[in-house]
């Protein structure tokens, strides 16, 4: 019944930690994307996992970008080494087979702050 | 590659007056477009698609493939109407989103 959720909604780490964004797409849902959100940038794709297909990571910006997604549900997207340049809303968005994937449903956001 | 083009950043109008917000594309195959919005404290969702050619809101959008574009419409606009519009192309079924910079629509009483 819920719609997509991201935790935590914040997230204030210093320049070179790393951070962990978790995504609980709707259930059902097949299809999972992460994309970020800047001022400078706008909406950037990063990557896209389908059913167990290879995931499309074309969007990521560097290797220190990765994510998973575990047992065709949740997903987690792991940024390493923060730099200040990650600062961005990441948002996260399910879709499902059902509509053609045409509708994708995007949770609330992960608001990262790299000091 | 694939781009989509939001020429107006900030676009402002008075209530009731027409209301267009513009989207360019460029691809060489044939597209999939889509305008998504995002009200204030609210999460981005979708508000119509090209493949429907539904109106949703009062907004209509004509995909114009040989100008490449996929405007967004309204005749009247209404104060509700003020919000973060996205024009989004899509390759194929299931594929990625492919977004403008956005164009802010401020709609004053």
């Known amino acids: 019944g819920a719609g997509v959720s991201q935790s935590p909604s914040n997230k204030v780490t210093e320049k070179g930690k790393d951070v962990e964004l978790r995504c609980d797409p709707i259930?059902?849902?097949?299809?999972l994307y992460w994309y970020r959100q800047s001022l400078g940038q706008g909406l950037e794709f990063l990557i896209y996992?389908?059913?167990?297909?290879?995931?499309?990571k074309s969007g990521l910006p560097s290797d220190r970008f990765s994510a998973e997604r575990t047992g065709g549900s949740v997903s987690t997207l792991t940024i390493q080494r923060t730099q200040q340049e990650d600062s961005a809303v990441y948002l996260c968005?399910?879709?499902?087979?059902?509509?053609?994937?045409?509708?994708?449903?995007f949770g609330p956001g992960t608001r990262l702050t790299v000091l | 590659a694939q781009r989509v083009t939001q020429p107006e950043k900030l676009l402002s109008v008075f209530k009731g007056a027409p209301v267009e917000l513009k989207c360019n594309y460029s691809?060489?195959?044939?597209?999939?477009l889509f305008w998504y919005v995002q009200y204030s404290r609210q999460r981005l969702q979708l508000l119509l698609r090209?493949?429907s050619r539904e109106s949703i809101k009062g907004f209509t959008a004509d995909l114009n493939k040989g100008e490449t574009s996929f405007h967004l419409k309204k005749p009247f606009a209404q104060e509700e109407d003020s919000a973060m519009y996205y024009c989004?192309?899509?390759?194929?079924?299931?594929?990625?989103?492919?977004f403008g910079q956005g164009t802010e629509l401020s709609v004053k009483p």
């Open positions: 968005a399910s879709s499902s087979p059902g509509q053609g994937y045409d509708t994708q449903y």
């Open positions: 259930s059902g849902h097949t299809a």
């Open positions: 996992f389908q059913g167990n297909s290879a995931p499309d």
């Open positions: 691809y060489s195959g044939s597209p999939e």
């Open positions: 090209h493949i």
């Open positions: 989004a192309l899509r390759r194929n079924q299931g594929g990625k989103l492919i």
